[in-house]
């Protein structure tokens, strides 16, 4: 399968951990409504060659070749909980394979962990039209970290 970058990416159905960056990040207000008691696994991440930008109450990953890295956690959903969660975060994440008025595209990138080792997970990235539209308003995050918008730190 070939995503909107022109990369190859694993078939949907494949079971990776998913990078999260802003509201289902652990402690932010998605996280425990869509992922507690689903996650087995979470280490912190970092997603290069991607720019943060902030959105209505949220952000948006907006891929760039060297910008970044975007700050997050891998997160590890339990085997009987992946088909289930997949689906609510795509719901709440307004992703539909194919769909051209998509507010994300769900794309499988190469994350960094704190050892230097890089790991594919899913990733929420801003779907074109959406990118198009943070592109020109440039309300870029320059920490790559949510959270210090969240705090005030921006």
């Known amino acids: 399968m070939t995503d909107p970058a022109g990369q190859t990416s694993p078939q949907p159905s494949a079971p990776l951990p998913f990078f999260v960056y802003g509201t289902l990040r652990p402690g932010e207000y998605h996280h425990d ?38 700050h997050g956690e891998l997160l590890t959903a339990r085997p009987e909980s992946y088909a289930d969660l997949l689906g609510e975060l795509d719901r709440l994440e307004d992703y539909r394979p194919g769909d051209p008025d998509n507010d994300y595209e769900r794309v499988a990138r190469a994350v960094r962990l704190p050892d230097g080792s890089a790991r594919r997970a899913w990733v929420y990235v801003a779907a074109p039209a959406v990118r198009t539209r943070l592109r020109a308003r440039a309300r870029i995050i320059a920490s790559g970290d949510w959270r210090t918008v969240r705090e005030g730190r921006s």
């Not at 280490?43 to 060297?66: F, I, M, Q, R, S």
């Open 33 to 70: 409504a869509h992922l507690g008691g689903r996650v087995e696994a979470q280490t912190p991440a970092l997603l290069p060659d991607a720019a943060l930008h902030e959105g209505p109450g949220y952000p948006y990953v907006v891929e760039e070749p060297g910008a970044g890295p975007v």
